[in-house]
């Protein structure tokens, strides 16, 4: 089945610093490539995604990347701000006959004003 | 749109008893539902997919007798915990998609689970 590794697990920034948190998968078959935030006790909001056939992909101060050879693929914050404090997750999905998602293990992202 | 709910959104039960959790597509049809759980400071595990009128497909590990899954109609999916235990504590949460082949998944919020 699909492995998803998340690094770091914990991640301090002065605000205004960039944010990098990367994450590999191992199914080459996985196509969709989903970020999550989530705080504390509440849902996951997506906050950007990837398909297979796109490299990178730029939402104001978010951004992914994938790297399909590598089976890479990393979220970049810029300009962070205090209340991009949570915990993220990547995910990789396979979409082919039955969808099936599978989550990195997080990370903790703090944001110090 | 794209809103899901789930119910309860809280619940505390005794060891032994069972649980029933509700996962609705409020504004769209559901193909396919999904549920989780996330317990403290770790990441969301699938437990099962399910698809409208047929079986739920469970992951490895998750036991189906005792997380019994039903998705009665295309808007709504229920998780029944079957003689629940302490280590059975958690969030759940349910997600859906919309149409077929669709990539994008929509959460409910939540549903925290406590057995004493």
């Known amino acids: 089945g699909e492995n998803v590794e998340q690094h770091p697990s914990t991640l301090s920034v002065q605000e205004g610093d960039s944010a990098v948190i990367k994450c590999t998968y191992s199914?080459?078959?996985?196509?969709?490539f989903p970020w999550y935030k989530q705080e504390l006790g509440k849902r996951p909001q997506l906050i950007i995604d990837i398909r297979s056939n796109v490299g990178e992909k730029k939402d104001q101060r978010i951004a992914v990347t994938l790297n399909k050879t590598a089976k890479h693929f990393s979220l970049h914050i810029t300009e962070t701000q205090p209340e991009d404090s949570a915990v993220y997750f990547c995910a990789a999905t396979n979409s082919g006959g039955y969808q099936k998602v599978t989550f990195g293990t997080g990370t903790k992202l703090q944001v110090i004003p | 749109g794209a809103v899901v709910s789930q119910h309860p959104s809280w619940v505390i039960c005794k060891s032994g008893t069972s649980v029933k959790i509700e996962c609705r597509s409020l504004?769209?049809?559901?193909?396919?539902m999904f549920w989780y759980r996330q317990f403290p400071k770790q990441s969301l595990m699938l437990m099962a997919t399910?698809?409208?009128?047929?079986?739920?497909?469970?992951e490895q590990g998750v036991e189906k007798d005792k997380f019994l899954i039903n998705h009665a109609s295309l808007t709504l999916s229920t998780l029944t915990v079957t003689s629940a235990h302490p280590e059975d504590s958690s969030f759940y949460i349910c997600?859906?998609?919309?149409?077929?082949?669709?990539?994008?998944?929509?959460f409910g919020p939540g549903t925290r689970l406590t057995v004493t």
């Open positions: 997600s859906a998609t919309r149409g077929e082949g669709a990539y994008e998944q929509y």
């Open positions: 199914d080459s078959a996985s196509n969709y």
């Open positions: 399910s698809n409208e009128g047929s079986k739920a497909t469970y």
């Open positions: 504004d769209f049809q559901a193909t396919t």
